[in-house]
Nanobody, 114 residues
Framework: VQLQASGGGLVQPGGSLTLSCAAS????????MGWYRQAPGKQRDLVAT???????NYADSVKGRFTISRDNAKNTVYLQMNSLKSEDTAVYYC?????????WGQGTQVTVSS
C-alpha cells in the first residue's frame, strides 16, 4: 500500500497551493478519500473528504476556500487550497477509507508565511 502525497510548500498569505495524493496497492474497495492536517502541538483534524459518488465534506474553517476533488480511475485525490491563511500551516495527510480499514499517507508540509 502506498499513498504518495505531493504539492506542499511555502506560500504567502492569500496564496494558493494544490495537494495531490495517489494511492496504489490498496487491497480493498475504496469508499472515500480525504485530507487531514496536524499543526504543531495539536491533534490531527479533518480538512475535507470525498466519497466515490462525489459527496464532499469540509471543515468549517476551510469552507469556501478549499476544494477537494478526485480521479477515481487514478485513485488520486486533490486539494485545491485558495486564500491561504497562517492558521492553515500544518502537515497535511491524505487518507484512504476502504470497506475494511483506512490508510494514511506520509504527510506533506504546508507553511503559510510572509
Amino acid at each position: 500500500v502506498q499513498l504518495q502525497a505531493s504539492g506542499g510548500g511555502l506560500v504567502q498569505p492569500g496564496g494558493s497551493l494544490t495537494l495531490s495524493c495517489a494511492a496504489s496497492g490498496i487491497p480493498f474497495n475504496i469508499n472515500a478519500m480525504g485530507w487531514y492536517r496536524q499543526a504543531p502541538g495539536k491533534q490531527r483534524d479533518l480538512v475535507a473528504t470525498i466519497t466515490n459518488g462525489g459527496y464532499t465534506n469540509y471543515a468549517d474553517s476551510v469552507k469556501g476556500r478549499f476544494t477537494i476533488s478526485r480521479d477515481n480511475a487514478k485513485n488520486t485525490v486533490y486539494l485545491q487550497m485558495n486564500s491561504l491563511k497562517s492558521e492553515d500551516t500544518a502537515v497535511y495527510y491524505c487518507r484512504v477509507i476502504t470497506t475494511l480499514t483506512g490508510y494514511w499517507g506520509q504527510g506533506t508540509q504546508v507553511t503559510v508565511s510572509s
